[in-house]
T-cell receptor, first 113, second 113 residues
Framework: EDQVTQSPEALRLQEGESSSLNCSYT??????LFWYRQDPGKGPEFLFT???AGEEKEKERLKATLTKKESFLHITAPKPEDSATYLC??????????????FGKGTLLTVNP | DAGVIQSPRHEVTEMGQEVTLRCKPI?????LFWYRQTMMRGLELLIY????????DSGMPEDRFSAKMPNASFSTLKIQPSEPRDSAVYFC???????????FGNGTRLTVT
């Protein structure tokens, strides 16, 4: 069974203080790793997809990286508007045509001005 | 594009009552997913459809849960009878293909008393 563990559960930063969120995963065959952002009262919003170890994606102050066992979401010089819950999800291709995302429980990021 | 639309946003009902949640996916998306989110378990896939056909309902917790997709622009998730442990936020999501990111609605917060 696929497993996704995110750490820390919560992270509080000062504006401008860079840090990283971790997503450790166990899958039989990785098809893709996804990062989503979720604001209170809203549905998750797609950020990145990573497909193979060594791959990196960037968007504004966010950069996602992938190894064979984990992914990091690096936040550079965060602003208060980056405060949200960040979710990681994996999809494996061991199930044939069965498309299934397994989500972690997320990291609640708070950026103080 | 209006995105994925869910209704109602909030539902409060008494134990034993029937609850119906509704979803309109993004036009042209062939895949539709129903997820449930709780603090304890995070986001869990309940069921997903491809071209209106249910593909995997292994996440549906009990026979009290049922889902239908009568056409490409509408899906329902029904709980009958409802129980307090069904209280959660239920999300609908759609995607263009199997490998493309999910687009989530803003969810229905269900409270069963």
């Amino acid at each position: 069974e696929d497993q996704v563990t995110q750490s820390p559960e919560a992270l509080r930063l000062q504006e401008g203080e860079s840090s990283s969120l971790n997503c450790s995963y166990t899958v039989s065959g990785l098809r893709g790793l996804f990062w989503y952002r979720q604001d209170p009262g809203k549905g998750p919003e797609f950020l990145f997809t990573l497909y193979s170890a060594g791959e990196e994606k960037e968007k504004e102050r966010l950069k996602a990286t992938l190894t064979k066992k984990e992914s990091f979401l690096h936040i550079t010089a965060p602003k208060p508007e980056d405060s949200a819950t960040y979710l990681c999800a994996v999809q494996d291709h061991s199930g044939g045509s069965n498309y299934k995302l397994t989500f972690g429980k997320g990291t609640l990021l708070t950026v103080n001005p | 594009d209006a995105g994925v639309i869910q209704s109602p946003r909030h539902e409060v009902t008494e134990m034993g009552q029937e609850v119906t949640l509704r979803c309109k996916p993004i036009s042209g998306h062939d895949y539709l997913f129903w997820y449930r989110q709780t603090m304890m378990r995070g986001l869990e896939l309940l069921i997903y459809f491809n071209n209106n056909v249910p593909i995997d309902d292994s996440g549906m917790p009990e026979d009290r849960f049922s889902a239908k997709m009568p056409n490409a622009s509408f899906s329902t998730l029904k709980i009958q009878p409802s129980e307090p442990r069904d209280s959660a936020v239920y999300f609908c999501a759609s995607s263009l293909e199997q490998t493309t990111p999910l687009h989530f609605g803003n969810g229905t917060r269900l409270t069963v008393t």
